[in-house]
């Protein structure tokens, strides 16, 4: 079974700059999450989809950031403008959905570094 | 809203020996609590879990138990290896819809 695909891995850019990360979840999977994950803290929920729907944003910088999630299958993530403290690994993860047990499959991550 | 707090941020351990990783919650109705493990530029992984309805769960050397009234849980390696070396992160959520709170993580570091 392939795993959750994200990309690219590596992107840097200037401050105030944008950028773009994709993620295709593991299919059939309901449930995707995109988290930012700053170099030695726990990760930190951005964004929740259920299918297409938003199911928690709450915590998503929606100045600077958007996301969305098309057809209930992949998603993109995207910072625009670029701030110095949005230097970040971003984790897409999946899961099966409700009633599921719970676990999270994550991809390998997009390391941004803003300069 | 929910905040997990999680103890020691470094434990360093002879290899061997036993590990301990705490977690405290601060909401009474989450029931569900996951330990992802992280090695060194990986992705986080489950490691073992653990509902509200059970004290104690065990999956060959690692373990985590519950204490509802306190609402703290813990995680338990018995045995520790080189490869148990990593960060590891416990999280809570309530409900079902998976919306995990994340403690800050724990570097285990398993001397030879």
């Known amino acids: 079974e392939a795993g959750v695909a994200q990309s690219p891995r590596y992107k840097i850019i200037e401050k105030r700059q944008s950028v773009a990360f994709w993620c295709n979840p593991i299919?059939?999977?309901?449930?995707l999450y995109w988290y930012q994950q700053i170099l030695g803290q726990g990760p930190k929920l951005l964004i929740q989809?259920?299918?297409?729907?938003?199911?928690?944003d709450s915590q998503l910088p929606k100045d600077r950031f958007s996301a969305e999630r098309l057809k209930g299958v992949d998603s993109t993530l995207k910072i625009q403008p670029a701030k110095l403290e949005d230097s970040a690994v971003y984790l897409c993860?999946?899961?099966?959905?409700?009633?599921?047990?719970?676990?999270?499959?994550f991809g390998e991550g997009s390391r941004l570094t803003v300069l | 809203g929910e905040n997990v707090e999680q103890h020691p941020s470094t434990l360093s351990v002879q290899e061997g020996d036993s590990a301990v990783i705490k977690c405290t919650y601060s909401?009474?109705?989450?029931?569900?609590f996951p330990w992802y493990k992280q090695e060194l530029g990986k992705r986080p992984q489950l490691i073992i879990d653990?509902?509200?309805n059970v004290g104690e769960k065990k999956d060959q050397r690692i373990a985590v138990t519950l204490n509802k009234t306190a609402k703290h849980f813990s995680l338990h390696i018995t045995e520790t290896q080189p490869e148990d070396s990593a960060v590891y992160f416990c999280?809570?959520?309530?409900?079902?819809?998976?919306?995990?709170?994340w403690g800050a993580g724990t570097k285990l570091i398993i001397k030879p």
């Open positions: 993860a999946s899961s099966p959905g409700t009633g599921n047990t719970g676990e999270l499959f």
């Open positions: 299919s059939g999977h309901a449930t």
């Open positions: 989809f259920q299918n297409n729907g938003v199911v928690d």
């Open positions: 909401d009474s109705a989450s029931n569900y």
């Open positions: 653990i509902r509200s």
């Open positions: 999280a809570a959520s309530k409900g079902s819809n998976y919306q995990l709170i």
